[in-house]
């Protein structure tokens, strides 16, 4: 479903992300981990074809993004590290909306997402807490139950029990429906639950793929300890 091929993007002063391969298959949900800065982001918004890379090949279902965003656009879905919904709207009627927006939408699967999350629709998006903006966002997102799915921090803003209910429409998503899920996250629990594999991004550069076993939140934890590992200052 994902292949990037030597891939990099350079700010000035050398800030971006540098010769970045990796594939990720039909079905699986794959992990990017790195401190903040790392180029995760970056990384991603090339994947979508939102910025330009400068060297290397991606390709989504056999489409490049960065020829062509709007057909990998429509079966993918994001949510992206910084939500921005209309804040005017109610919840509902921004839901209404990107569903007519977006093609094979079951409006009986978005009564379900609302139901699943727990969400009052009718309220106003601006009086919406951080992580009720959040789930409007993964609904928007997984509507129409998309063949790819990127997320950005999908689940810094959701408490326990609303996490759990993310990781089981994840699971969904994959199990049900075959949905290839990017995501980034800072949560290694939510990453050792869910992905098969995790890749460390270090100052632009994809220092090392890791395959996760038995959801083992461990071993994840031991890794990035070891990759990121820092002189104590204070
Ligand atoms: N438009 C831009 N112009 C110049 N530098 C940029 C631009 N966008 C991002 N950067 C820089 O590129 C680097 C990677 O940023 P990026 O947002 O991809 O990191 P990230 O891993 O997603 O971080 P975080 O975890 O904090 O969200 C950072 O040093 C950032 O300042």
Redesign the pocket.
Known sequence: MVKINEVSKK???N???FNINFEVNDGEIYGII????????????QLLGF?KSDEGEILINEINPQKNSKAVMEFTGYVS?EIVLYETMKGIEYLKLVASLKKGVEWEFVEKLIKHFEIDVTRKIKKMSKGMKQKIALIAATMNKPKFLVL??PTSGLDPVMQEQFNELMFKLKDEYKTTIII?S?IFEEVAKLCNKVAF?KD?KLIEEFKVVNKDINQIQEKFKTLFAKEVVL
């Open positions: 700010y000035k002063n800030v971006g992300n790195g401190p903040n800065g790392a180029g995760k982001t970056t990384l991603i918004r910025i590290g950005d921090e980034c800072h991004i632009g």
